[in-house]
């Protein structure tokens, strides 16, 4: 079974400041990692994705990701916070080894960034 | 705007009615995926569709079905609805089917509330 935990229920930062979004997963086989955003009353948004290579992903709107598999983790990260980014984050993963192509979700990060 | 519509945006009904939710994926894909999101449950994978055919299944109630139409369109269908159906309902889409690596992109979801 796959699993995704996101220990944060809230991340707050100032604006200009860097960011870390933490997100761990559990899986059997390899895994692929997502991170989507969601806005108010919006769908979830695509930011990027790690399938294999180099462990720093680079994705949307300056936002990137570590994989590091000895830590099974895939931490979202930004260098410099907009007071745009507040939103709901969410860590996916797909288990190479199940059956189908689903994606299991964390229970999402609430980014608040302040002026 | 990720190319997946979904209608309709908001759907009020009573308890033990019968709701069907719509979904058009991105041009040239033919994966189709339904989650559910709730505040209890979190972000939870239905069911997928690969070119009109079920691909996988998830934690899909059996009073909940769904379909792919040959011009690749999906619905899903939930029926005798109970208070705790109420939830945002994504649909997603990607190009291929057991392609793990590729990206499900969101449609904006469907708001239903039974009453």
């Known amino acids: 079974a796959q699993s995704v935990a996101q220990p944060e229920d809230q991340v707050n930062v100032a604006e200009g400041n860097p960011l870390t979004v933490k997100c761990t997963y559990s899986?059997?086989?390899?895994?692929?990692l997502f991170w989507y955003v969601q806005y108010p009353n919006r769908g979830l948004q695509f930011l990027l994705k790690?399938?294999?290579?180099?462990?720093l992903v680079k994705g949307s709107y300056g936002f990137e990701a570590e994989f590091n598999k000895s830590q099974t983790s895939f931490h979202l990260k930004k260098p410099s916070a907009l007071v745009s980014d507040s939103a709901l984050y969410f860590c996916?993963?797909?288990?190479?080894?199940?059956?189908?192509?689903?994606?299991?979700f964390g229970t999402g990060t609430r980014l608040a960034v302040r002026p | 705007d990720s190319g997946v519509t979904q209608t309709p945006k908001h759907l009020i009904t009573a308890t033990g009615q019968r709701v069907t939710l719509r979904c058009s994926p991105r041009?040239?894909?033919?994966?189709v995926y339904w989650y559910q999101q709730s505040l209890d449950q979190g972000l939870q994978f239905l069911i997928q569709?690969?070119?009109?055919?079920?691909?996988a299944k998830g934690n899909i109630l059996e009073r909940f079905s769904a379909q792919q139409f040959p011009d690749l369109h999906s619905e899903l269908n939930l029926s005798s609805l109970e208070l705790g159906d109420s939830a945002l309902y994504f649909c997603?889409?990607?190009?291929?089917?057991?392609?793990?690596?590729?990206?499900?992109?969101f449609g904006p979801g469907t708001r239903l509330t039974v009453l």
């Open positions: 790690y399938i294999t290579g180099d462990n």
């Open positions: 996916a993963v797909r288990d190479t080894r199940s059956s189908g192509d689903k994606l299991t």
């Open positions: 569709y690969y070119n009109g055919e079920e691909r």
């Open positions: 899986v059997s086989g390899n895994p692929y």
């Open positions: 997603a889409s990607s190009v291929a089917n057991g392609v793990s690596t590729d990206t499900q992109y």
């Open positions: 041009s040239g894909d033919l994966s």
